[in-house]
């Protein structure tokens, strides 16, 4: 099985800053793309950033130039760090990730439990 374990989330001041962390753990070969969504209270849940394997990033219009999603292939960890936090930005951040569980596998898209980010002074 494999198991996603988000950290890093809490109350921040507006303008504050905080760092999401996500560690995949079980049985993993190899992570393909990961990624950080977010679901505030009465709406859908969105992507708000994803990584490839090599790097690649993209991200929502709203966080562009505050958030950096980085990741470390070697500890199967994915990072959020999220600046100049604004009210808006306030919501459940789930991690997701694409594993591929044994060499001869095709992909399964696992979950975390999400952690909550309250911005609010």
């Known amino acids: 099985q494999v198991q996603l374990v988000e950290s890093g989330g809490g109350l921040v001041q507006p303008g504050g800053s905080l760092r999401l962390s996500c560690a995949a753990s079980?049985?993993?070969?190899?992570?393909?793309?990961m990624g950080w969504y977010r679901q505030a209270p009465g709406k859908q849940r969105e992507l708000v950033a994803s990584?490839?394997?090599?790097?690649?990033?993209s991200y929502a219009d709203a966080v562009k130039g505050r958030f950096t999603i980085s990741r470390d292939n070697a500890k199967n960890t994915v990072y959020l760090q999220q600046n100049s936090l604004k009210p808006e930005d306030t919501a459940v951040y789930y991690c997701?990730?694409?594993?591929?569980?044994?060499?001869?596998?095709?992909?399964?898209?696992?979950w975390g439990q999400g952690t909550q980010v309250t911005v609010s002074s």
């Open positions: 079980g049985s993993i070969f190899s992570i393909n793309a």
């Open positions: 990584i490839t394997r090599g790097g690649s990033t």
């Open positions: 997701n990730a694409d594993v591929i569980r044994t060499p001869w596998a095709t992909s399964k898209n696992y």
